[in-house]
Structure formats: structure tokens, C-alpha cells
């Protein structure tokens, strides 16, 4: 009988071992790093399509005959601004530069401005609107100037936010047979 009890693990058993995680990981890497650019395309796209809705209600709560106008700038810097303008610059970031879009809210006038800032590699490919860039949300029914949003990730993974001329909002994948829980467009 052997007196010496085997403990712990060999130098062969623990290189194997490093072997098999660095080879998981390898695999694993650009996997994972597609699903986070998934990840945060869903989250701008869905951020977009909620101030969308946002837009819309504000222009119906208000009602009278002045609508609300979302103005877009496409591109790797996009941005979008709010206004009861037709047109604003959502570039401008000095309230009182004249084409700064500016949006009353509880009596008081301030600069209504999102940027592409927080995410990062999510470009708005078009924003595409029988207005041209900008959207427009009727006071009445909230009726819109339909049109859509094309936002692409550093993949070339494809989101869209499309609206109805009756104001519908709603989210799709270009091409997609309803894949990552999206509908096809």
C-alpha cells in the first residue's frame, strides 16, 4: 500500500486546464462583444422610440394648433432636438443662439437636445421623414409626418424606429425573421 495520498493537482492537469479556459475565452471574446453592441443598440433604439412617444404626448396634452417638431442630424455625432420650430439646429448647445431648439415645459424655456454622447459606436444611419430629418406630431390626434430611423452598431447590426402616419411608434430589424425579439421590418 502507498503512504504518500495524492493532493492537489499536477503542472500537466493545470496547463490542460489553462488551455481549455483561454481557448473558451478566445471563442467566447467577439461573441460577447456583439451581444453588448446589441445590447446598447436595443437601448438607444428603444431611449429614441420612448422620447418619440414622449413628443407626441406633449403635442397632444398641449393641443391649440401649434405641433412639435423632433429634428434629427444623422451620422456618427447624430443628435436630435424638440421644438415648436420648424426647423432648430440640435448642434447647438447655447440656449440663446436663434436656431437652438428650445421647448416650453411648465412655463419655462430650455434647450431639448439628445446626442449620440452616451452610446458610443451607435450611428444613425438616416432619418428618413416625409419632412425630410425632422418629425412632426400634430396637436389634434397626434398624427405624424411618418417616417423612420435607421441606427447601426460598429457590427453593422441594424435597428429601426418607425413611425405611422397615425403616430404609431414601434421598433424593427431590418431583414430579420423577428430575430432578438424585434419584428421584422
Not at 20 to 42: M, N
Not at 60 to 72: A, E, K, S, W
Not at 98 to 103: D, G, K
Not at 174 to 182: R, T
Request: aromatic content about 6%.
Amino acid at each position: 500500500m502507498d503512504d504518500h495520498d495524492q493532493r492537489g493537482v499536477t503542472l500537466i492537469e493545470v496547463l490542460l486546464a489553462l488551455a481549455l479556459l483561454v481557448l473558451l475565452i478566445t471563442q467566447a471574446a467577439p461573441a460577447l462583444g456583439q451581444w453588448l453592441e446589441r445590447q446598447r443598440l436595443h437601448s438607444v433604439a428603444r431611449a429614441l422610440a420612448a422620447d418619440l412617444q414622449q413628443a407626441r404626448q406633449e403635442a397632444i396634452t398641449r393641443g391649440g394648433n401649434q405641433p412639435v417638431y423632433l429634428h434629427f442630424r444623422a451620422g456618427g455625432s447624430w443628435c436630435y432636438g424638440l421644438s415648436r420650430q420648424p426647423d432648430c439646429d440640435c448642434r447647438q448647445t447655447d440656449a440663446s443662439h436663434p436656431e437652438a431648439c428650445l421647448f416650453t415645459r411648465r412655463n419655462v424655456q430650455r434647450l431639448e437636445r439628445r446626442d449620440a454622447g452616451p452610446w458610443p459606436g451607435i450611428t444613425l444611419k438616416r432619418a428618413a421623414f416625409t419632412l425630410g430629418p425632422s418629425l412632426r406630431f400634430d396637436p389634434l390626434r397626434g398624427l405624424a409626418s411618418a417616417g423612420r430611423l435607421e441606427l447601426e452598431n460598429r457590427y453593422g447590426q441594424q435597428l429601426q424606429v418607425r413611425v405611422s402616419p397615425l403616430g404609431r411608434i414601434r421598433l424593427c430589424r431590418p431583414g430579420a425573421q423577428g430575430a432578438w425579439g424585434v419584428a421584422p421590418c
